[in-house]
């Protein structure tokens, strides 16, 4: 599938979960800004994929994101951001959402799995009482966060030291 085709709109994004819900296939969402895509995001994204058979990303839209992170961001805007994640061969949907939060995308979409960063504990994620609601298991996926767009930033400009990879 070219990457263009993963990038979809929720309503596009609630048919296609049908069928692949009608085939037994177990659904995980993921979401985030991906503003910079960087080696965190990559293996979040990997870890949620081993939780099921398609993954779903929904990524912040402009808006959001500039509320959630303040002025100067987003950095790209949503449809390149969108891009970038789709073009990863672990990621088979990609829906961006203006909401504040992912409670709309989770709800429409009810996966069997909401996958979130090691940023969080299922205790901390913050849509838990709504995937609780819901059913939706919760799990906490990826390496330690050690690598962060906000870091990325701060380092531009500054000699390169690539081993912290």
Excluded: W
């Amino acid at each position: 599938m070219n990457t263009r085709a993963k990038i979809l709109s929720r309503d596009s994004a609630i048919e296609r979960i049908a069928e692949h819900r009608r085939r037994g296939q177990r659904i995980v969402l993921a979401n985030g800004c991906f503003d910079l895509l960087h080696v965190s995001h990559v293996r979040y994204l990997e870890g949620a994929r081993r939780e099921g058979d398609v993954l779903v990303v929904g990524i912040n839209s402009d808006a959001s994101e500039r509320l959630l992170k303040g002025d100067g961001r987003p950095i790209l805007p949503a449809q390149a951001r969108a891009a970038l994640v789709a073009a990863l061969a672990v990621v088979d949907y990609v829906v961006i959402f203006d909401e504040p939060n992912v409670e709309a995308l989770l709800t429409a979409l009810r996966p069997h799995v909401h996958a979130k960063g090691t940023d969080y504990t299922v205790e901390t994620v913050p849509e838990r009482a709504l995937a609780a609601q819901l059913g939706v298991r919760i799990a906490v996926v990826g390496d330690p966060k050690q690598h962060s767009t906000r870091e990325l930033l701060a380092r531009l400009g500054k000699p390169s030291d690539a081993r912290k990879i």
